[in-house]
């Protein structure tokens, strides 16, 4: 049974801040890696993927994946109170080639 | 491009009784995705369909759960008898393929409540 891990937090940063969300998975031929944002009371919503090792980045957002690690993180700078939400960490490949999520992180970013 | 579709956007049920969630997806996707969000919980994927085939449903709870996708577009997901754990939001999602780098686009969600 694959398995994604967060912490469920809260994590709380200043306005201003980075913010560094980490998630660890079980399946070791998982081929990509998704950082999904969900607001309170909507459907998640892609913000970063990422499929080799290293670091991607995209605005304020950072991908970091570590594939002997089984680690992948997401870093978000100048945290905005607009940033706070749940953010879901979500892996797949292997057998069917399924998506699994996390339990998510929730980020609070206090102005 | 519009996205996708559910309907309806909640439904308040009593145990025992059935209920049914209609999705439309992305125009051109070929896959399509029904997960369940429990409360604090990420989404857990019940069945995925690959056009109009099952791809995988391990995870659906077949003795109180159905799916179908007659026409390899919408797709309907059922639930007979509802339990009051299946209280939850249902999300439906599609991608253009099965790919593992193909993004997953979700729909609003439908949030049931069985008293």
């Known amino acids: 049974q694959k398995e994604v891990e967060q912490n469920s937090g809260p994590l709380s940063v200043p306005e201003g801040a980075i913010a560094s969300l980490n998630c660890t998975y079980s399946?070791?031929?998982?081929?990509?890696f998704f950082w999904y944002r969900q607001y309170s009371g909507k459907s998640p919503e892609l913000i970063m993927s990422?499929?080799?090792?290293g670091d991607k980045e995209d605005g304020r957002f950072t991908a970091q994946l570590n594939k002997a690690s089984q680690y992948v993180s997401l870093l978000i700078r100048d945290s905005q109170p607009s940033d706070s939400a749940t953010y879901l960490c979500?892996?797949?490949?292997?057998?069917?080639?399924?998506?699994?999520f996390g339990g998510g992180t929730r980020l609070m970013v206090k102005p | 491009e519009a996205g996708v579709a559910q309907s309806p956007r909640y439904k308040i049920i009593e145990k025992r009784q059935s209920v049914a969630f209609w999705c439309n997806p992305i125009?051109?996707?070929?896959?399509l995705y029904w997960y369940q969000q429990i409360l604090g919980q990420g989404p857990k994927l019940l069945i995925q369909?690959?056009?109009?085939?099952?791809?995988?449903d391990s995870q659906l709870p077949k003795d109180r759960f159905s799916a179908e996708r007659l026409k390899g577009v919408d797709s309907t997901l059922k639930i007979q008898p509802a339990k009051l754990e299946d209280s939850a939001v249902y999300l439906c999602?599609?991608?253009?393929?099965?790919?593992?780098?193909?993004?997953?686009?979700f729909g609003p969600g439908t949030r049931l409540t069985v008293l």
């Open positions: 369909f690959q056009n109009n085939g099952v791809v995988d």
């Open positions: 999602a599609s991608s253009l393929e099965l790919a593992a780098t193909d993004t997953q686009y």
């Open positions: 125009s051109g996707h070929a896959t």
């Open positions: 990422i499929y080799s090792n």
């Open positions: 399946d070791r031929v998982s081929q990509s």
């Open positions: 979500a892996v797949k490949g292997g057998e069917g080639n399924m998506l699994t």
